[in-house]
């Protein structure tokens, strides 16, 4: 299978990045790449879907690596994944043998050793240049249950229709499960036994790049866990900081004790990106020296800078967001950049996992949530068209049409990075517009 038969398939399947902004995975398939990189890191703390399907599904997704890189002519394939998730090790390396140019990259117990840029470092030795996309290196990179549904889409010609996701935290039982696009936040949480506290806020996400929802928000391709935390908990309390009171605390209290700088994860690499130094600007009024707000375009928003290591309790990452996003809305683009060389601390600077998980209070939380694949049957499912990176599909269904699982209801843009989004239940559509479809169950 080539290139172009392969990308045909997977924007007709609906195959976007299962975790993240969910880029169009037909996007990523490139003849530059000599080296497919297999993200197995899942560093956030409580996430745990990532090792489990990879232990349940060994097979099926190193078939689909195998698919990519025969696709594409890369050399060799690295599953990227942490010594601690043993059981998903050991899957692993049963079959690995029975794929030629396959070979497993143990990454470091850190966070984000799940950042693409770090992930690629730790296992390659290479460093993307700032600014740039892996395959600059020679790298094209996957997630998990991304190449799960590359599998499913070239064996089985199945759509997208699915998603694993983890929901732990507060609940009765946490667990991992297989539930139909589209179902809502709350149904997922009674399907772990329900919230085990009267009043919680909702993270959909990990709890350093996560976002708080609600429980009427629905379940896209790219959740990966919906975390029940205490309203009061750090975690929530961080995602609620108001930008204009963050600026007068960073005005009042930062104290340039370059902390934030020292450990972010990019910096480390060479990359320009210094928070230390865009706080002093923003929190000084400072616009003759653009540099520290030109540098926020290399922030991956990996949260340590707020989340871990301010002791004033500054937002540094949620400052950047705001003025990166600013930058865009004005037109500017990333500035062209060359890395620096790669901080000889660096090692020592590693934020543990374990460490985190206590800084953030989450280690009365840390279950085990079990892979759960009891299939689930909801009344209906309202599926978002916009639920990847590029532009929404547009329906192609009508008020009162009945669909069957798998049916295409909405098709992708064929000049734009779009793809497909399927039925996930049977039923009829009692919906359509811009924004979403809704169908009821038989």
């Known amino acids: 299978m080539n290139i172009t038969e392969l990308s045909k398939i997977l924007k007709e399947s609906g195959v976007v990045g299962a975790g993240g902004a969910g880029f169009p995975c037909y996007a990523k398939l490139n003849s530059k ?3 497919i990189l297999l993200n197995c890191a899942e560093c956030e703390p409580l996430l745990k879907l990532h090792r489990q399907v990879m232990e349940t599904y060994a097979f099926e997704i190193l078939t689909a690596l195998n698919t990519v890189k025969s696709a594409v002519g ?36 850190v966070y984000p050793a799940g950042d693409e840029v770090v992930t690629i470092y730790e296992t390659t030795g290479r460093v993307v240049p700032p600014g740039k996309l892996p395959i600059e290196v020679g790298v094209t990179v996957f997630n998990v249950e991304t190449m799960l549904n590359l599998y499913n889409a070239t064996q089985n010609g199945d759509g997208v229709t699915e998603k694993f996701i983890t929901v732990t935290g507060a609940v009765k039982n946490p667990v991992t499960l297989k539930v139909p696009l589209g ?37 896209t391709k ?20 108001n930008p204009s009171i963050s600026l007068k605390r960073a005005m009042s209290a930062c104290c340039q004790c370059h902390m934030c700088t020292d450990l972010c ?9 210094e928070p230390h130094k865009f706080m002093r600007n923003i929190s000084s009024g400072n616009s003759s020296d653009t540099t520290p707000y030109l540098g926020t375009f290399f922030c991956s928003g ?29 037109g500017i683009t990333v500035p062209p950049a060359i890395a620096d060389d790669i901080n000889s601390a660096r090692q020592g600077r590693y934020i543990l996992k374990s460490r985190l998980t206590a800084r953030l209070g989450l280690t009365d939380y840390n279950h085990p949530a079990p892979l759960d694949g009891t299939e689930y049957s909801p009344k209906k499912v309202k599926l978002l068209l916009g639920q990847h990176i590029g532009k929404p599909a547009t329906a192609v269904v009508n008020k009162g049409d009945a669909v069957t699982k798998g ?26 517009n811009d924004k979403f479809i809704i169908i009821a169950a038989k």
């Open 183 to 219: 179902i809502t936040v709350k149904e997922a949480i009674k399907l772990a036994g329900g919230a085990v506290i009267d009043e919680y806020a909702l993270i959909n996400g990990g709890p350093m790049t996560g976002s708080i929802v609600s429980e009427n928000d629905v379940i």
């Open 33 to 35: 790449a000599d080296t």
């Open 74 to 109: 890369a050399d060799r394939v690295i599953i990227a994944i942490k010594p601690s998730y043993k059981k998903a090790v050991a899957a692993v390396n049963s079959i690995i043998g029975d794929f030629e140019g396959f070979e497993v990259g143990l990454l470091p117990e």
């Open 302 to 330: 990996c949260g340590l800078c707020e989340m871990y290591s301010c002791f004033q309790g500054l937002n540094p990452r949620s400052l950047m967001g705001k003025v990166k996003g600013a930058l865009r809305s004005s």
């Open 407 to 432: 049916d295409v209801i909405a098709l992708g843009d064929n000049d734009a990075l779009s793809v497909n989004i399927h039925a996930s239940i049977s039923g009829t559509v009692t919906d359509v």
């Open 265 to 273: 994860p990019r910096n480390l690499l060479g990359h320009p990106i």
């Open 222 to 241: 790219t959740s990966n866990a919906i975390l029940v935390l205490p309203p009061d908990q750090y975690v929530i309390k961080k995602r609620q900081n």
